[in-house]
């Protein structure tokens, strides 16, 4: 990473929304899976129920699992791994590229599942609902196993060395 290349963060609100759609996304391909009708999908912040404020949310009619309350989680794991994948198997020569490539698909899914991990120890959001519907140490396993995953995957992706080195 340059120093220039911290200039992307000028753009996180359009990351936060890219991370809040693909979150809501995996609720919502979930929750339809198991039969549920989507009735409102929201990617943007907002005010929803109860005067609470949401950087997104989906609602839908119908029984589902944990299986839907986890999915984002799943999801960031999925998603991580095609980042890891497509910044070191491809020769990506538009550093612009190649550092919104990083944020999107591999930044994003850890802070997404670190920020909800460690809110969800503490208030009720889909980690602490998650802690209820399941054994909590397999939820409390699956998330260090990620971050480790997630450690790994920034280890081999860093010393890989991949990033463009002409400017642009």
């Known amino acids: 990473m340059k120093r220039k290349d911290l200039l992307w963060l000028l753009f996180f609100p359009v990351y936060l929304i890219l991370g809040t759609l693909r979150h809501e996304g995996f609720h919502a391909l979930a929750a339809a899976a198991e039969g549920a009708e989507i009735q409102k999908f929201v990617f943007w912040p907002s005010i929803g129920a109860g005067d609470k404020f949401y950087f997104g949310y989906v ?10 309350t986890a999915a984002p989680y799943v999801g960031d794991l999925l998603t991580f791994v095609m980042g890891v ?3 070191t198997s491809f020769k990506i020569q538009r550093r612009g590229l190649w550092v919104n490539i990083l944020i999107i698909t ?5 802070l997404n599942s670190a920020y909800n991990y460690g809110a969800g120890l503490r208030s009720m959001n889909d980690i602490g609902s998650l802690l209820q519907m399941l054994n909590p140490f397999v939820v409390h396993l699956y998330f260090a196993l990620t971050m480790a995953l997630y450690g790994s995957g920034f280890w081999f992706f860093f010393r890989k060395n991949t990033a463009p080195h002409r400017p642009t």
């Open 106 to 110: 591999m930044l994003s899914p850890l």
């Open 59 to 68: 609602s839908w009619q119908g029984a589902t699992t944990w299986v839907t």
């Open 85 to 87: 994948l497509i910044c």
